[in-house]
Every structure is written in C-alpha cells, then in structure tokens.
Nanobody, 122 residues
Framework: QVQLVESGGGLVQAGGSLRLSCAAS????????MGWFRQAPGKERQFVSA????????LYADSVKGRFTISRDNAENIMYLQMNSLEPEDTAVYYC???????????????WGQGTQVTVSS
C-alpha cells in the first residue's frame, strides 16, 4: 500500500514557474514507478510525466516537453515536478500516482493522491 500527498499547487501568471511535490508513505518507494497526471474541468485525466523507480528513465507528454522536469528522491520518498514557462492551458488539477510498471498509461497506476490545483492566468 502506498499513500500519496501532493503539494505545491497555486495560482501563477503565464510564463511563471511552480514546483509540485508528491510525498509517499511506505518503505518501498523505489519499487514504484511514479507519474504525474492532470485533469482540467470537463476533460479526461491525461498523462503528464513519469519516472522509473530508480529514476533512470523518464517520459513526458509532448505538450510539456522542454518545460516540465520530473525527478525523485528515493531516500526522502518524494517526487517532484518542476514546471516552467507555464501556459493557461496547463491549468488543471495535478495528481501523482504510483505504478508497479513504468508507463504513461493511466490504468497502470494503482495508487493516487488527492490532487493539487494549478491555475495559470493569462
């Protein structure tokens, strides 16, 4: 069982930056691939980024490549999403999730946080 808690969301102007954090419980954090997903009002939840358990592999959605950076600290059981050059289209609730397999597929993720709101004003 893994419990996840996101933090770091907020309101930012277009072009600004935010860093999201996802704190995980449990002693097997490094066994899980971790991902970030987002859901805007009236839209389906979509993949943003994922990182392998060891941190050696990363994946990004095309819409965030070059602007967002995912990372993790297995010693501290925490994952980050550094978001730069934010755009109004990035406005959504951001969720972190854990999976046994490194994937960009939502259904592969078994554990989810409660989400944190990111709002980017134009």
């Amino acid at each position: 069982q893994v419990q996840l808690v996101e933090s770091g969301g907020g309101l930012v102007q277009a072009g600004g930056s935010l860093r999201l954090s996802c704190a995980a419980s449990g002693r097997t954090f490094s066994s899980y691939a971790m991902g970030w997903f987002r859901q805007a009002p009236g839209k389906e939840r979509q993949f943003v980024s994922a990182i392998a358990g060891s941190g050696s592999g990363t994946l990004y959605a095309d819409s965030v490549k070059g602007r967002f950076t995912i990372s993790r600290d297995n010693a501290e059981n925490i994952m980050y999403l550094q978001m730069n050059s934010l755009e109004p289209e990035d406005t959504a609730v951001y969720y972190c999730a854990a999976a046994l397999y490194f994937s960009a597929t939502t259904s592969r993720y078994n554990y989810w946080g409660q989400g944190t709101q990111v709002t980017v004003s134009s």
